[in-house]
């Protein structure tokens, strides 16, 4: 978690340097490793700076606030300017699959200065254009300067992990809640002439193909699923600093963190934070520390209390940066202080399996081959038996895979445990990586 922050200005004007400073200094918390600025001045060749006032006349000025996570060395700094300095970047974000794109570079001939995905993302741009974004597996919100088309390129990853200009309290296209303040959607860049701001256009670059239904029966689709899953979770792993996860004991965190012990083995030393509520009518310490040990991870609780919320809410509602619906948010902000505490820096955590795999009622599918109906065993079964019933069947090990789970999932109200049906038709998603196990960067 990075932050940026940028300004163009009008046709023969400048930009407002103290301004951006200002805006850099408010997302201090989310790159507290390192900043820097970049002025742009037609004629004039690209420089960072680590002193805005030297952006005084320019009509163009980027921010970055830097959280270190691939390359730590000065070499990864941005903004960062390509070495033919005819393009810079500022971003925020990781490309999962930098490796792989790196090697596709190199044998096309190009050449690399540092081990960050930050130098891959600009070369990628450089080669192949706006057509780079649908190759990047990864999560991003990123402005590069290209010289050569006399454009800056502002883009958000396909699905909007990363905010851009996002203050509405629900993500729906550009809306937000302040008059004037638009943000850009997911799967989008927008190409802003640097003659004329006034007017670029935002260009969808992906779409979620509306392929046929694949024709796999139903132990045929879980071995798919598992091998998306651990790929996904690999290329997550990938970091040159301590990842830890988010752990609450529910299928998706803690299949996360089987599939981290499946993949790296024994010699891992696997740390978990986890929230545990004071009201045992609400909490899931039992279901936790089932997985942890199953896992073989080492595990950090946090129990916040109401006064700790009330004292920390401004600063809870300042470094969340928009509206939420809930204080429920508050654990999620606990676990991630508690594991800076902890020294880890990356975060591996659930985010999004219910949206996949139908968690909620809301997220249950019309689709041919999903039914709505509960898994056979969890009919009327309250949650913390098929809890109970997952935990004792779900990973153990086969070689360096694991077993499926069975398709049920977690639901905050008992009796209310729903899946997939034993259709031999599942609807084909090609996603290179599931998000269901999306990286989280602690405040």
């Known amino acids: 978690m990075c932050g940026i922050a940028g300004q163009l200005a009008a046709p023969r004007r400048a930009i407002d ?13 989310r790159g507290p490793d390192d900043f820097a600025y ?12 680590r002193d805005p006032r030297t952006l005084a006349g320019a009509p163009l000025g980027l921010a970055h606030r830097r959280l270190s996570i691939l390359d730590l060395s000065p070499a990864g700094r941005q903004p960062m300017i390509a070495g033919d300095g005819a393009r810079a970047i ?13 090697a596709e570079l190199e044998r ?15 070369a990628a741009y450089s080669a192949w254009g706006d057509a780079a974004f649908a190759r990047f597996t990864g999560m991003f919100a990123l402005a590069i300067l290209d010289l050569p088309a006399r454009a800056l390129v502002l883009a958000r990853d396909p699905f909007g992990i990363k905010p851009y200009l996002r203050y509405g309290l629900s993500d729906h296209g550009d809306a937000t809640l302040f008059a004037g303040i638009e943000q850009l959607p997911a799967a989008t860049l927008l190409r802003v002439p640097l003659d004329d701001p006034s007017s670029g256009r935002p260009l969808r670059y992906w779409e979620l193909p509306d392929g046929p239904l694949a024709a796999l029966s139903f132990p045929e689709a879980a071995e798919e699923l598992q091998r998306l899953f651990l790929e996904s979770v690999a290329l997550h792993l990938r970091s040159d600093v301590p990842v830890g996860s988010a752990l609450s004991g529910g299928i998706d965190s803690s299949s996360i ?4 012990r499946a993949l790296e083995g024994d010699a891992l030393d696997q740390h978990a934070v986890s929230y545990i509520a004071d009201d045992p009518a609400l909490s899931e310490e039992r279901f936790i520390e089932e997985a942890a040990r199953a896992a073989r991870v080492t595990l950090h609780r946090t129990s916040p209390r109401e006064d700790e919320l009330v004292a ?10 928009e509206p939420f619906g809930s204080t429920s948010i508050y654990a999620q902000h ?9 020294g880890l ?20 599918s019309s689709t041919p081959g999903v039914s709505p109906a509960p898994p056979r065993g969890c009919r009327a079964t309250p949650r913390r038996r098929c809890a109970r019933a997952w935990s004792s069947t779900c990973f153990r090990p086969r070689s360096r895979a694991w077993r499926a789970a069975p398709p049920a999932s977690r639901s905050s109200r008992p009796g209310s445990m729903r899946g997939p049906s034993r259709a031999s038709t599942w609807r084909h998603l090609p996603f290179r990586a599931p998000p269901a196990a999306t990286r989280c960067a602690t405040f």
Do not use: C
């Not at 963190?257 to 981290?260: D, N, Q």
């Not at 990356?346 to 795999?357: F, N, R, S």
């Open 108 to 122: 096309a001939g190009r050449r690399f200065a540092t081990e960050s995905d930050t130098e891959i993302l600009l």
């Open 17 to 29: 340097e103290a301004a951006l400073a200002a805006a850099s200094e408010l997302l201090a918390h």
């Open 257 to 260: 963190v089987a599939a981290i």
């Open 38 to 49: 970049l002025g742009w001045r037609d004629g004039h060749p690209l420089h960072p700076t």
């Open 334 to 342: 606990a676990v991630f202080r508690a594991a800076a505490g902890a």
């Open 90 to 102: 500022v971003f925020n974000g990781e490309i999962y699959n930098y490796r792989e794109l790196r």
């Open 345 to 364: 820096k990356v975060m591996l955590d659930g985010q999004g399996a219910d949206e996949l795999l139908a968690g909620y009622r809301p997220h249950l």
């Open 312 to 321: 920390d809410l401004e600063r809870l509602i300042r470094v969340q940066g």
